[in-house]
């Protein structure tokens, strides 16, 4: 029996909408992939890169204009990679500017429910993922998602998985190198 319990339609609407006025209410933008989040904080047209404060660690971040309350400051929910997490100043309509932050995340198979943890969290089993390519993913990743896709596929079709085949190859090879075993009764697991 699970405590788990299904709101109605009116329930889970309200839900949305209390997310998205907290979410709206926040003194930054931000959007998240499965591998990278970006933040947008507008600021005046006359700032340049110099009169931010950016501060970029592998758990936290601290952002806003230099002599003043940070816009965004507090530990981040999972952490990210450094070397390839950036910000940039750039030209934004009316008259202001942008700073753009971008973190790159160090684990590419996880949602964040909010940028900080101090901030109000967004229902990440809500969230549905753009179509993406497997030529997007990195080595690794792709790799993995390519044997699970591999295996979700052989399991359809009744055959072994890449796993249980590999299994397989081993018994048979040790079962050439030893003749005079018998096998007739072996159970595989």
């Not at 450094?82 to 934004?92: E, Q, V, Y």
Request: net charge negative.
């Amino acid at each position: 029996m699970s405590d788990v319990t299904e709101l109605t339609p009116a329930e889970e609407a309200a839900a949305r909408a209390k997310e998205q006025a907290e979410q709206e209410a926040l003194p930054y933008k931000w959007t998240q992939t499965i591998g990278d989040v970006d933040i947008t904080i507008l600021v005046p047209g006359n700032l340049k890169g110099k009169d931010m404060v950016v501060e970029i660690k592998k758990q936290s971040l601290t952002a806003g204009i230099k002599g003043q309350e940070p816009v965004i400051k507090g530990d981040l929910p999972h952490p990210i990679l450094l070397d390839d997490s950036t910000w940039t100043l750039s030209p934004a309509p009316a008259g202001q500017k942008a700073l753009e932050i971008h973190l790159e995340k160090h684990n590419k198979l996880e949602w964040w429910p909010h940028v900080v943890t101090s901030a109000p969290k967004i229902d990440v089993s809500k969230i549905v993922p753009e179509n993406s390519k497997l030529s997007d993913l990195e080595g690794e990743t792709r790799a993995m998602v390519e044997k699970m896709m591999y295996d979700q596929r052989q399991k359809e079709m009744g055959l072994p998985t890449s796993d249980e085949q590999k299994k397989m190859d081993i018994l048979k090879k040790f079962q050439e190198q030893h003749p005079e075993m018998d096998f007739s009764n072996a159970k595989i697991q």
